[in-house]
C-alpha cells in the first residue's frame, strides 16, 4: 500500500487551513481564494495535474422595506415571516384569501388581485424554505393572477446546520434579535449560512414575479384568511452572486483514457459571524473538521499516490470543492462537466468531516445509492480499524444522503459515489469547531482507509453498476 505522510504533517494541514489567516475560507472574505492557493501549490509541489474550474454562487440579500402587514398587525422578517428563496421582488396589496389547497376542485374564484394563503400541514425532515415544490406551486397562483402567496408552513428542522430561516415560538425573542442579541437563531437575512442556505434551493422552473413568503405556524394563527383582510406584502431583494473556484488535481497513470476514480472534499467554511456584543469584528469559523480534516486527507491521499513508484492503473482525480457550504455550487459545477472527461469517472469518494467522535468510529453513506462502491469503501475503512456505521442515533445516514454535500451532484451525474464521514457534532459550523478539537490519529486512520479503497478502484477492471436512486426516510416520515 502506498505510504501516507505522519500525523502530524496531516494535522498540520488542519492547522494551516483553519488559521485566522484563511479567513474562515469563505469567498466573500477573500479566504477560499486563500484555501485554493493553499491547495493548488500543494498539488503542484506532488506533480498533479492542475487546474481551476470557476463557477457562480447565486445569492440574494434580503433589503430593509422587506414588510408583511395584516391589517394593523406587522409581521418581521427572519422572526415570524420569511420570502421564499426565489421570491420576486415586488409588492401585493389586496385582501387575504383561502389558497388553491382548501378549496373544492381547484376553484380560483377570488384569487385576481389577492393574496393567497396556502397552508401547508408539517412534513419531517422538509426544510421548506428551500423547498422546491412551494415555487411551483407559487408559480400556479402566479397565473392565476394573485398578487402574492403567503404559505403557513413552518416545518424546518432547527438542529439541522444552514437552514434559512426562523423557528416557530419566536416572536418573544424578536426585541433581542433586532438589538443584535445572540440567541441561538439565525434570521433569513441576518447570517451568513442562512443566506447560504437559500442558495441551495432548486430555480422555479419560470420567474416567480410576485411577492411570495412564509408564515410561522404561530403567526398562522393570527389571522382568519376566510374573513378576507386587508394585506401589504413586499418582498425587496437583491441579487449579489459570489465566484467560487475548485482546485482540481489529477494523477493521470498508465491509462489516462480509462474512467477516473474521483477523490472529493470541501475546503470552503462559513467566514465570519456577523458583529455581536464582545465580538465587534465578529467571529471567525476555522472549519477544522469542517472540513480542514477532510483536505488534510485528499491531500495526503494525493502525496502517498504520487511518491509511490507502482504506476497507476486509471487516473484519479483529486477534486476540491468550494462552495459547499452556500449549496454544493462547486461540485454541481464539476458533475456539469463530467461529460468532458476523457474516460469518464468510474466512482467518488467524498470525505467531509474526519476528526471527531470515538477514533475507532466513522459513518459511511450512500449504501442504498452504490451498494458496490460502499462495500469498497467499508472493507478499507473496516482493515484501517475502523467500526463502520451507517446508522447513528438510530438515524439511517442513507435518509441525507440527498444533497448532504459533494457527493450529491456526483450522483444526480450518474457516478456512484459514497460519503465518508465522522458525522456531525456540537461545534460543527460554529466558530468552536477548532483544529485542537480534531484527532490527528483519526484523521490519518481515516487517510489510511481512504487511500485503500481509492487503490482498490484503480485496479477494479469492469465498471461500477449505475447508481440507484433509493428512497430512504427519515424516521417519522410516511
Known sequence: MPVLPSRAEMLDDVYALASPSM???AEETGGAAIAAEFIERRFRSLGLTVERQPFEIPRRRLLADTRLEIGSDPLLPGANFAPLT???SALAAGPLVPGLASRICGDSKGLLGAIAVERVPAAPGMFRTLDPTLAERALAYQDLGAAGVLFVADSHDPSAGGEAAWASRLDERTEARLKGEPDGVRGWQRDRAAVGAQSKAPRPSRPL????ALVSYDAGRRFDESA???????VAVEDEPLAGTNVIGMLPGAFP?????ILCAHYDSHGLQPPSPGYPAGRLYPGACDNASGIAVLLAVADALAH????????VIFAAFGGEELG???????AAAIPGLRGGALCAFNVDMAARHEE??????????ASDVAAIARGSLEAAGFKVSTVKGGFNLDAAFRHGSDHWPLHQAGVPSVLVTCSRFPECDTPADTPDLCSPAKIHRVAQGVLAAVWAATRRQEPFAQPVDAVVKYPGEK
Do not use: M, N, T
Open 23 to 25: 479567513k474562515g475560507r
Open 86 to 88: 426565489w421570491s420576486g
Open 209 to 212: 414575479r410576485i411577492p411570495a
Open 228 to 234: 378576507r383582510p386587508a394585506a401589504r406584502l413586499r
Open 257 to 261: 483514457g480509462k474512467a477516473a476514480v
Open 308 to 315: 509511490d513508484p507502482r504506476p497507476l492503473l486509471r487516473p
Open 328 to 334: 454544493l455550487h462547486g461540485s454541481r459545477a464539476f
Open 360 to 369: 475507532d468510529q466513522i459513518s459511511l453513506a450512500g449504501s442504498a445509492f
